[in-house]
């Protein structure tokens, strides 16, 4: 069975520890996992567990802007965050002799933050993520459709109507109470996971732990608000936007189940026979058999409330979405009809497992692995059980979970190019 | 517990935390051992174990890309490339395809600026499985008319929709203003409409032909693979394919006279692309060393003097960086950055004054020392991958260099002195004799620019075409 080595422990005041040793490299990475992401925020108030990514940069008390980055990067270190709907992580990859620094620098942001922000830098760093949002989805083709999905397919109130990124209204608005508040609620010892990964002595980095964290006073872990029924949607919806793009593209949605229930798997598997590779029904099709679609894609966007599966394709030249449309729905229905084929079935199996040894390969993509497990299943010890999910389908499963996706409500939303203005 | 908005809560710290830790000496870069031998076709073949995961990454690099194709046939090396794998052997196209994922393999075929590749990564129970595919697709690929019909088609569609995406435009109009049209390298490797339009699948077989050779090549094989058969099962796969003398690269044109200023408009563009330009140097150059360490001070690091201005101190933009392509002619030096549309003057003016700033504030000891620790960092952890190691390597092979590379490239990192960048960037940076593009809305920012005191600017579309 597939497995990454680990030990793990939790500290007296809640913090999560696991430790991977892998010394065929003078590396170490330090990955914190904070389990709070864009569906901890409430409407009127989004974009704060992504901004809160970009503040955890700007100083604390002893280690004040920009001596995060500046340290670091002086020993040939570098780090990042990213921000989800499910959670937020941080890492630190560098040499070696930076793991009791990469530690300190944790230590202090997680105990400090709140008493050294300022509007100074909340101010700042709103601009850069206002650039983000441009750069990610508004200046990018296709962009503005990305946003306007999960806002079509969950109702207002479901922590996934809005995206991570937030909008530039909520983002004006935040101050720096709210940025404290929110910072008290959910940045606690008890709300997180940190793995070290690498090169490093256990024993060693169980006292530099304690000495940086374990100091740190225990608090209950904030109540994440339960899991809301799957939503449905009453109808169908049909929605039709502009972009400055060139060929009109179609995309589909419909709600499935959560990341780790029953079909998310098997949905995973029906995306790689719909759309992975040349040799997927869809790209089959379209692409290569009739030649109307410049590409095509399908996935099944799991998470932890609930997955939307994904569908897109954009027409070629001369080619329309009704064509377009018409030309995918029967190979949908062909596939909640008859399942994959057994070789089908196995190819996109055999996929997924190369797609598992290749992620072992890199250091901070095991960390993150261990703590995405210990953030969904309480266990870091998920690879395993993971992988199971894939070796067990059929195609009978395979065909049960998408025939019950497909015969929902869904979402088609049509991108055209906007009128030429001269 | 309850919550208390604005009530920040103060912990007393305890000593540990108020200093920052000692860091001890950075280790040792340790590049794997490489072995190397050479088959029966005269390919030359190294291997570099790696057992971390059970997987083998291999690269085949035919020593001529992009940079071989003639001007009006731009496209056509990348073309020949993606048409390997349409059907090779006794499969066609989705046939072969098939296979590979029955593998659980991936087998990638492109084309660079200097350079062709064949990549394949695999478990390693099935990897010499994959080794025959990709042996069919290097020595027997069917290039059937069809085929061709369709990733014909396929790439003019991509090549019209490049015009949508503003960071694909500043990148085709740039190389083609600062290398000229006679330049291989002022053509992007994709092609324009109109050099794609010409193409036929003689273009491809020719070039095949021409440059898809074992002595014109080299691979690379990295990870967990099985070393008692490995050079039998390559001698098989790899069967039948036989040496022929290439032809010689195209030799590189002298810089042309370039703009100052050249603006592609979008009209209503939430954010300006903003790109400085001018020459740089080529991939033997003994500077090579010295310059990757500027870069990582200027514009090739989070805490580096471009994005500390333009993201950290003025929020113009998400992120601002620099880099110099090394490449088998000169490439270019470029630093870049998105930015608000109404901070496009102020972001240009910024950008100009830390590439001046480089001559008025020299750089600093601390500065050279984190540049030489962040070079060294990334030699060790572009080591650490399977994929890595291959892709290190194979760069080795493409530009001939020895396979003792990474530790001469450390060695030159570790004798670069403060003073040698700083006699770098007077030689190679240089704001008032450089090149200024911007995919934008003209005529939010033209003004804003003129005040700057830069010139009327020179107005393209997106393929580059004057207007």
């Known amino acids: ?422 | 517990m309850s919550v208390t908005p604005g009530a920040p809560r103060t912990l007393e710290a305890p000593e540990a935390m108020t200093v920052p830790p000692t860091v001890g000496p950075l280790p040792s870069v340790v590049p794997p051992t490489a072995e190397r031998f050479t088959l029966s076709s005269g390919l030359e073949v190294v291997t570099l174990r790696r057992e971390v995961a059970p997987i083998v990454s291999a690269a085949l690099m035919i020593r001529s890309g992009a940079g071989e194709d003639p001007a009006d046939r731009a496209g056509l090396a990348s073309l020949t490339a993606e048409m390997l794998d349409e059907g090779a052997g006794a499969r066609d196209a989705l046939a072969l395809a098939d296979e590979l994922e029955r593998l659980g393999a991936d087998l990638w075929v492109g084309s660079g600026r200097d350079g062709s590749q064949l990549s394949l990564q695999a478990p390693n129970d099935t990897f010499f499985q994959a080794l025959d595919i990709a042996g069919d697709v290097l020595c027997r690929p069917l290039l059937t008319d069809d085929d061709w019909q369709r990733v014909l088609a396929d790439r003019k569609t991509a090549n019209a929709q490049r015009r949508d995406q503003p960071e694909s435009v500043v990148s085709v109009v740039s190389d083609r203003l600062l290398f000229g049209d006679a330049h291989p390298y002022g053509r992007p490797v994709e092609g324009f409409p109109r050099t794609i339009e010409h193409l036929t699948l003689d273009h491809v077989r020719a070039f095949h032909q021409a440059y898809w050779r074992p002595n014109h090549a080299s691979l690379v094989v990295a990870g967990a693979f099985d070393a008692a058969n490995l050079r039998a099962r390559l001698e098989a796969a790899l069967g039948g394919w036989t040496a022929a003398p290439t032809p010689p690269p195209a030799p590189a044109p002298a810089w042309p006279e370039r703009p100052r200023l050249c603006i592609v408009d979008r009209p209503g563009a939430p954010q300006s692309i903003i790109r400085f330009l001018a020459p740089g140097t080529d991939r033997l150059s003994p500077d090579r060393p010295g310059l990757a360490m500027l870069n990582a001070i200027l514009g090739g690091s989070f805490t580096s003097r471009l994005n500390f201005n333009l993201r950290e101190k003025n929020g113009f933009t998400y992120g601002a960086s620099s880099s110099f392509a090394f490449l088998r002619r000169p490439g270019s030096f470029a630093a870049r950055a998105a930015v608000f549309a109404e901070k496009t003057a102020p972001a240009v003016r910024e950008m100009l004054g830390e590439l001046q700033g480089l001559h008025e504030r020299p750089i600093t000891e601390e500065e050279h020392a984190k540049a030489r620790a962040t070079l060294l960092m990334r030699v060790a952890e572009g080591l650490a991958t399977t994929g890595g190691i291959a892709a290190s390597f194979g760069d080795i092979g493409l530009y001939g260099l020895p396979l003792d590379e990474p530790l001469r490239f450390v060695a030159a990192l570790e004798r670069t002195t403060a003073d040698d960048l700083r006699a770098l960037a007077a030689r190679y940076v240089d704001p008032a004799a450089g090149m200024i593009v911007i995919v934008g809305d003209r005529a939010a920012i033209e003004p804003g620019l003129r005040e700057l005191g830069l010139p009327a600017p020179l107005i393209c579309d997106a393929d580059g075409e004057r207007l």
């Open chain 1, 1 to 422: 069975m597939l497995k990454i080595a680990f030990d793990s422990y939790t500290l007296a005041n809640g913090l999560q520890v696991i430790f991977h040793t892998d010394r065929s490299s003078p590396l170490v990475a330090v990955d914190l996992w904070y389990h709070v992401g864009s569906k901890d925020e409430s409407p009127g108030r989004t974009g704060f567990a992504h901004l809160f990514e970009h503040l955890m940069f700007m100083g604390s008390r002893h280690a004040p802007y920009p001596a995060f980055d500046a340290i670091m990067e002086s020993w040939g270190g570098h780090n990042n965050g990213t921000t989800s709907n499910d959670r937020t992580n941080y890492y630190e990859i560098g040499p070696r002799n930076l793991l009791e620094t990469f530690l300190w620098l944790e230590a202090d942001r997680l105990a400090t933050l709140p008493d050294v922000i300022t509007a100074e830098e909340l101010e700042k760093q709103l601009k850069v993520v206002q650039n983000e949002r441009r750069q990610s989805y508004e200046n990018r083709p296709y962009g503005r459709a990305e946003l306007a999905i999960p806002e079509s397919m969950y109702p207002a109130d479901h922590p996934y109507h809005w995206p991570t990124i937030g909008s530039h209204e909520d983002l004006e608005a935040a101050t720096v109470d709210d940025v404290r508040a929110f910072f008290d609620r959910f940045y606690r010892p008890s709300n997180a996971s940190l793995v070290v990964a690498g090169d490093f002595d256990p024993a060693e980095a169980r006292r530099l732990v304690e000495r940086y964290f374990g100091w740190q006073p225990a608090r209950e872990a904030p109540a994440h608000a339960p899991r809301p029924p799957l939503p449905v949607l009453p109808a169908d919806v049909e929605l039709t936007m502009t972009d400055r793009v060139q060929l009109p593209r179609l995309r589909l949605a419909w709600h499935t189940p959560a990341l780790f229930e029953p079909g998310d798997a098997d949905l995973d598997l029906a995306a790689h026979v719909l759309g992975g590779g040349k040799s997927s029904r869809l790209y089959r099709a379209l692409v290569f058999e009739q030649r109307i679609a410049q590409d095509v894609f399908a996935y099944q966007g799991s998470q932890m409330l609930g997955s939307l599966f994904h569908i897109g394709a954009t027409a070629k030249p001369e080619h329309g979405l009704d064509e377009i449309s018409a030309a995918v729905d029967a190979e949908l229905a062909r596939l909640a009809a008859d399942g994959p084929t057994e070789a089908e079935l196995a190819r996109a199996r055999n996929t997924h497992l190369a797609d598992f040894y290749k992620s072992l390969d890199h250091l901070q993509t095991r960390a993150d692995l261990l703590n995405h497990y210990q953030n969904l299943l309480g266990d870091p010890d998920g690879v395993g059980r993971d992988v199971a999910r894939y070796t067990a389908a059929t195609r009978a499963s395979v065909r049960d979970a998408f025939a019950r996706a497909l015969g929902q409500k869904h979402l088609a939303l049509r991108t055209v190019p906007e009128p030429v203005t001269t």
